[in-house]
Structures are given as structure tokens and as C-alpha cells.
């Protein structure tokens, strides 16, 4: 599964994107979130708040039900606004 992490989420996890292989347990974003929240402080800070937290799966937003399998793409970043 690919990772990408995009403008403060890059900063507090350390990395813009990684190749990870989570546990078979990990069926959805939320479930995801929750171990990639285990992998250190920068992990915890990075998506301690859900409300303020955009995913995307394959290129397609989505909430954090959303099913994620092991050859996804998952990106995760702030909301953006326009101006």
C-alpha cells in the first residue's frame, strides 16, 4: 500500500509518501489511521484530529469507512481552500 502525506501531515510524520504493508486487520481508512497513529509521536500528532483530516483513496476522497486493500493508494492531507 502506498502512503502519501501532503502539507503539515509531510511535516509532523517526517515523510511525503512510503510503501507500507499494514496488518490484515487494517480493512478500512479508520483502521488505518489507527495503526499508522502506533508508528510514533510524529504519527499520533500528525492525525490526532480526524475532523481536520482529508483522505483519499485511489484519487478519490473518501470518509474514513472506506475500505482500503494492499495494492491501494492512500493520500492524506488538510482541507484546501481556494482563493
Do not use: C
Not at 499508522?36 to 483513496?57: H, Q, W, Y
Not at 470518509?63 to 492524506?76: N, T
Amino acid at each position: 500500500m502506498k502512503i502519501l502525506y501532503f502539507a503539515w501531515m509531510r511535516g509532523k510524520t517526517g515523510i511525503g509518501e512510503e510503501d507500507v504493508s499494514p496488518p490484515e486487520t487494517v480493512t478500512d481508512v479508520a483502521g488505518l489511521v489507527a495503526w499508522l497513529k502506533t508508528r510514533g509521536p510524529g504519527f499520533e500528532d500528525a492525525f490526532s484530529d480526524m475532523k481536520i483530516v482529508r483522505a483519499a483513496v485511489n484519487q478519490e476522497f473518501v470518509e474514513l469507512d472506506a475500505p482500503v486493500g494492499p495494492h491501494d493508494e492512500v493520500a492524506f492531507f488538510p482541507p484546501v481552500t481556494g482563493g
